[in-house]
């Protein structure tokens, strides 16, 4: 196992980076979520709101 001092840091660019990442697929995920919600709320169309409970 390697000592502290030998494990590799990230610079701050990497850092940077990979943050951008995460936002980017964080978006994605959203969006994708976003899709299939309206996906779904469009094929079952306007009857969602008029059936019995």
Do not use: C, Q
């Not at 701050?12 to 979520?33: D, G, H, M, Q, T």
């Amino acid at each position: 196992m390697p000592d502290l001092e030998e494990r590799i840091k990230p610079t701050e660019k990497e850092l940077k980076a990979r943050r951008s990442r995460n936002i980017a697929l964080a978006l994605a995920l959203a969006a994708f979520v976003i899709v299939v919600y309206l996906g779904s709320i469009m094929k079952l169309g306007p009857a969602l709101f008029d059936r019995p409970m």
